[in-house]
């Protein structure tokens, strides 16, 4: 088993009927949606797992596909008419192909809403769901850094 399917198998939420892992709720929501937002919901995913093939997949807030590294990398909601992308931190990334189009009035957050038919950079895609990866990793060793020790 790999460091990231036991990571995934510990860390998977326990929301599924029957208990499916994350990975499994992910899989039955592409099926479901049996239209263009599936398709794009499983290239995204696909995209992910090549950028970051420690990625762990999770099930959150009663049915999100959820990506983590070190923290939550991003999420891929499905709405009608868009499939939607948001970086946990994406106010903190560097866009250089302008890929953010939603969720931009935060201090926190920023979304890439694709709708049907869009062409996704998938280089540029790629390239951002690897900086939030560094970002997540940059902040949790500050975190750790800073941490003093109990004083007796």
């Not at 790999?2 to 039955?28: F, N, R």
């Not at 398709?39 to 995209?47: D, H, Q």
Request: charged letters at 30%; a positive charge; one cysteine or more.
């Amino acid at each position: 088993m790999t460091k990231a399917t036991t990571a995934m198998k510990k860390s998977g939420s326990k929301e599924g009927e029957g208990g499916d892992t994350p990975s499994q709720l992910i899989d039955a929501r592409i099926n479901e949606l049996s239209d263009w937002r599936g398709e794009m919901l499983a290239r995204v995913r696909t995209l992910i797992k090549q950028a970051d093939p420690e990625v762990v997949e999770e099930w959150k807030w009663r049915g999100v596909p959820v990506w983590e590294h070190a923290g939550i990398i991003c999420t891929g909601e499905t709405y009608k008419n868009v499939v939607k992308m948001t970086f946990a931190k994406g106010a903190s990334l560097e866009d250089p192909a302008g890929l953010f189009n939603s969720s931009l009035e935060g201090n926190t957050r920023r979304a890439v809403d694709i709708h049907e038919g869009d062409k996704v950079d998938e280089e540029a895609l790629k390239a951002l769901i690897r900086a939030a990866v560094a970002l997540n990793m940059s902040v949790r060793a500050t975190a750790r850094s800073q941490k003093k020790p109990k004083s007796a």
